[in-house]
């Protein structure tokens, strides 16, 4: 979703230290979706011990990746199937969202795993999915490879107190961790237009107007108030023990 913003990049002129602010400041706006199908992902795991670990973990992992794509780029973006996979991937995840089992409020259950590095592979991959479309675009405007490198790195960081953020946000609201999943859906399916027709991709003006719109629904309904206090009770009691 960075490809319209960093447009302006060589037109205007802007130099190397207030492209990189734009660009951490549009990847802290524009991962929520990534942000939230991570933290999804992590409370697959029961123990929020557990949880930090692998988010913490994955994001390493998804840094190399990201490092990795990023000195790639001007020969991945040769490739098209490397969208398609990351396409198919995302709109994966969301059919097996909706697909689970539900919860007392209604809400569906995504993948559960029983140890840290059962999770790791899934947040890794994700991150990367979610990556190929900003990571391609950022590469193909700037020939600063140093700024995107650096950009990615602060915007890792970002997105892991972001995704711990929405692991305590998803205990609190019924309907946040389906918004999460739709916008997933729908970065995956704008990917999968681009590969076979870029111009029919959906504007992003349309794309951002409309995962906001997701959002406000997510946050519009809280769990009962025995439900958040005991997640949040969790949470303490892991506090004091460690």
């Given amino acids: 979703m960075l490809d319209q913003f960093l447009d302006f990049y060589p037109n205007f002129g802007i130099d190397a230290f207030f492209l990189l602010v734009i660009l951490v400041a549009l990847e802290a706006v524009l991962s929520a979706d990534n942000a939230i199908a991570l933290a999804s992902i992590s409370k697959g795991l029961e123990d929020a011990k557990m949880q930090t670990q692998a988010l913490n973990v994955g994001l390493v992992v998804a840094f190399v990746l990201r490092m990795a794509l990023i000195l790639t780029a001007t020969w991945v973006i040769k490739f098209w199937q490397f969208e398609l996979l990351g396409a198919l991937y995302l709109l994966w995840l969301v059919f097996q969202h909706f697909t689970s089992d539900e919860g007392e409020e209604g809400e569906h259950r995504g993948p559960r795993f029983t140890t840290v590095w059962q999770a790791i592979p899934t947040l890794a991959l994700t991150d990367l999915a979610f990556s190929l479309d900003s990571v391609t675009t950022a590469i193909a405007v700037s020939d600063q490879t140093w700024l995107v ?61 409309v995962i906001a719109g997701l959002f406000i629904w997510g946050f519009s309904k809280r769990k009962p108030a025995s439900v958040a206090d005991a997640g949040e009770a969790k949470e303490k009691e892991l506090e004091t023990s460690d």
Avoid: H
């Avoid at 970002?158 to 729908?186: Q, S």
């Avoid at 237009?193 to 029919?200: G, I, P, S, T």
């Fill in 149 to 209: 490198l650096t950009g990615a790195t602060i915007g890792i960081v970002t997105l892991r107190f972001m995704a711990g953020l929405f692991i305590r946000w998803l205990d609190e609201y019924v309907y946040l961790e389906d918004a999460g999943y739709m916008t997933v859906g729908l970065v995956g399916a704008r990917l999968l237009v681009k590969v076979f027709r870029d111009d029919f991709a959906p504007p992003q003006w349309l794309m951002i107007s």
